[in-house]
């Protein structure tokens, strides 16, 4: 069953609005769709909604929702280590292009 952004905003949960009183004001949100699950270009909401998302940003780039290929790289980067801070932490692939160009020395 497909929503209309209009309609979805009337359905606005009580866990939506909870959620909206602890964030700063200074994030605005375009809509009050809540989503569950994506793959590829599809987005689902709460409710089993299905949505053709357009955007592509944070978290969701070009190559889709859940895209298989960039699982596994994320799978093994976690694997290895989620966040080094390259202004506190040299070294790794980054330290390697940087000094000589490869990817992999």
Known sequence: MQTSVASAA????????AALQHVPKALVKFNDI???KGLGSW???????????FTAGIGATSTGHCHP???E???QQAGTIVHAQQNI???GDIHCF???GCQRC
């Open 98 to 100: 940087a000094c000589c």
């Open 89 to 91: 932490f040299a070294g």
């Open 69 to 71: 290929t960039v699982v």
């Open 73 to 75: 790289a994320v799978r």
């Open 43 to 53: 987005v689902w909401d709460s409710e089993g909604n299905k949505y053709l998302d």
């Open 34 to 36: 809540i989503v569950q």
């Open 10 to 17: 009337h359905a606005m949960s009580g866990a939506m609005q």
